[in-house]
């Protein structure tokens, strides 16, 4: 089974702090993806990469960056957090050649800027 | 750029009812892949079932089924004899077919599903 893992469950972080979401997947997967979960809004894409040291933009880019440095690991940066962006963040992972685009997400970590 | 919209916030029906889901989205693509997930009160999503664009068949995964209607561009998921265990936030989701599969999910706001004993 694919396995995502994400460093914290929940995280509570000060106003202008620098903030580091981790995700490690351990299926050999190229692509990896944030998301940001919020109520009545659904799920919005960050970023995303599809291989070590790319990356690429999603919807929602602003006051965000990523870092992929190994294939299994992608961090998702909060360079000045802001109470804006207390949310539930998913890390998601899939394989390039499956022909199935099928995502496969992480737990979650809950994330409180105060 | 695609949306995808979820036109039921919530639904609660009965043990052992069949339940349909609402998902209606928008694109300008061709080839596509849908999708309905499951989100539970542990957060973990778990992939419902899936539906390639160009398989007129509609997917089938045990007790859950979909009504894939590509020319109405409506995507609905049926719940057949509802279990408790299927409490859930539901998801429905669009990817463009990329071929690499690189591209991200856009979400319907979802549909909070309450099955009552």
């Known amino acids: 089974d694919v396995k995502v893992t994400q460093s914290s469950r929940y995280l509570v972080k000060r106003t202008g702090e620098k903030v580091f979401l981790e995700c490690v997947q351990d299926?050999?997967?190229?692509?990896m993806f944030w998301y940001r979960q919020d109520p009545g809004l659904g799920l919005r894409l960050i970023y995303f990469?599809?291989?070590?040291?790319?990356?690429e933009k999603g919807d929602i880019p602003e006051g965000y960056s990523v870092s992929r440095e190994k294939k299994e690991r992608f961090s998702l940066i909060l360079e000045s957090a802001s109470t804006n962006q207390t949310s539930m963040y998913l890390c998601?992972?899939?394989?390039?050649?499956?022909?199935?685009?099928?995502?496969?997400f992480g737990p979650g970590t809950r994330l409180t800027v105060t | 750029a695609q949306t995808v919209t979820q036109s039921q916030p919530e639904m609660s029906v009965q043990e052992a009812e069949t339940v349909t889901l609402s998902c209606t989205y928008d694109t300008s693509e061709n080839n596509y892949y849908l999708f309905w997930y499951k989100q539970p009160p542990s957060r973990q999503m778990i992939l419902v079932i899936r539906?390639?664009?160009?398989?007129?068949q509609n997917a089938t995964e045990n007790r859950f089924s979909v009504n894939f209607q590509k020319a109405a561009k409506s995507f609905s998921l049926k719940i057949s004899d509802s279990q408790l265990g299927d409490t859930a936030m539901y998801f429905c989701a669009f990817t463009s077919y990329s071929g690499g599969g690189a591209d991200g999910l856009t979400f319907g706001k979802g549909t909070h599903l309450i099955i009552q004993p």
């Open positions: 990469s599809y291989d070590v040291k790319m990356k």
């Open positions: 998601a992972s899939s394989l390039l050649t499956s022909g199935k685009n099928e995502q496969y």
């Open positions: 539906q390639e664009a160009y398989k007129q």
């Open positions: 299926m050999d997967h190229e692509n």
